[in-house]
């Protein structure tokens, strides 16, 4: 299953066919059922993951024991604890499927023999990273929205986040309580049919 990643790199980088091969063979792949795992929160964080099939979320539990999501990945998009990672350390994050999900892993110096060995991937991982940013500075500003306008734009913004994802779910990413947005959600049903 490395197609998915070898086509992404493909789309934001020129590289000679013949170098696909190498990156594959730093990759290893790993299936997840609904629900299970991929890192707790404690856990020496080893790899960084590219989803190529299914939906991952990064969260935390907050000081009362509430789950706390702070990023989605579905197809396509990279997730680990980045500090832990660079680092070789202890995961401030746990990471769980909430589909059945194949992911792409590279362990910390797999990732610095990629980058070094092929210096073009400097450019395709700077470009998914301004992408992740630019997401999480979006997210930011959508908290200084009223809520129904923030859950609106959201949802027009990440449709497939809104199909995908349980809503308690979506409700923990969103800083709402699940009962919050099914009332959210019924206001701008009730609009749709209106509009």
Request: some cysteine.
């Amino acid at each position: 299953m490395i197609e998915p990643l070898l086509e992404h790199i493909h789309k934001l980088s020129k590289l000679a066919n013949e170098e696909y091969k190498g990156i594959a063979s730093l990759f290893t792949e790993v299936a997840l059922p609904k629900k299970k795992y991929l890192l707790a929160e404690g856990e020496s964080c080893t790899h960084l993951y590219f989803v190529a099939k299914g939906c991952l979320r990064l969260f935390y539990l907050d000081d009362k024991g509430m789950e706390q999501t702070i990023q989605f990945a579905l197809e396509n998009w990279w997730m680990t604890d980045i500090d832990a990672f660079n680092r070789k350390g202890k995961s401030s994050f746990s990471i769980q499927a909430l589909e059945t999900t194949t992911v792409l892993g590279i362990t910390k110096d797999n990732w610095d023999a990629l980058l070094t060995n092929y210096p073009e991937l400097e450019k395709y991982y700077r470009m998914i990273y301004e992408r992740a940013y630019a997401a999480s500075l979006f997210r930011m500003t959508l908290f200084r929205l009223p809520k129904d306008e923030f859950y609106d734009l959201f949802c027009d913004k990440y449709p497939d986040f809104i199909q995908r994802i349980p809503q308690k779910i979506v409700a923990s990413f969103l800083g709402f309580t699940p009962e919050y947005l099914s009332e959210l959600r019924k206001k701008k049903l009730k609009k749709e049919k209106r509009g």
